[in-house]
């Protein structure tokens, strides 16, 4: 039974697998995608997205806390710098897991690609795409605020007669909204 087991221990001593996970983030913040097999990513996952979260605050306190956790300089540059940059506005969920439908030859184990969500810009293009459009609702119209498009559209058309060429006449609403004329004495 596995009752209250919270961690996969990949067939490790506690020692090793720190050193494991400590390796594989670090590899993983410097390159920003990495394969590996599909139980240690999902144990890295665990592992790294604390460390990300922890790097937005960008501390001394933070970096030694992290920089227990990594062993390695060139990473935590490279957290503390465009990884926590870019990582800002998201509030958790930095990694993505995508299993790539392989083994390997040797023990058949299931294959995956771990990267970091805002370094792959393949996403973010088709992100992009879907926010400048939208699904449009045919239930009604929303007023919520004037463009140029729909001032335009709410302004009222002028009424051509016949006769007049170049004259348009307005409708009476116009009429009545416009100040009177003052006579000539």
Not at 18 to 33: G, I
Not at 48 to 63: G, Y
């Amino acid at each position: 039974m596995r009752h209250g087991k919270k961690n996969n221990h990949l067939g490790r001593k506690k020692a090793h697998r720190d050193a494991l996970l400590s390796n594989l983030a670090s590899s993983l913040l410097l390159n920003k995608r990495i394969t590996t097999t599909v139980a240690k990513a999902k144990a890295l996952r665990k592992y790294v997205e604390p460390l990300i979260t922890k790097a937005k605050t960008d501390s001394t306190h933070s970096r030694r806390t992290v920089f227990s956790y990594l062993q390695n300089k060139e990473s935590i540059q490279s957290l503390f710098g465009e990884v926590a940059t870019r990582t800002a506005e998201r509030p958790g969920g930095y990694t993505r897991i995508i299993k790539l439908g392989d083994v390997r030859l040797g023990d058949a184990a299931e294959m995956c690609m771990m990267e970091l969500v805002d370094f792959n810009d393949l996403y973010k293009k088709d992100d992009a795409a879907k926010k400048g459009k939208t699904r449009r609702s045919r239930k009604g119209k929303k007023e919520e605020g004037t463009t140029e498009e729909t001032a335009v559209a709410a302004e009222p058309k002028a009424k051509v007669v016949k006769g007049a060429p170049n004259e348009a006449k307005t409708d009476k609403k116009e009429k009545a909204t416009k100040a009177p004329r003052k006579k000539k004495e």
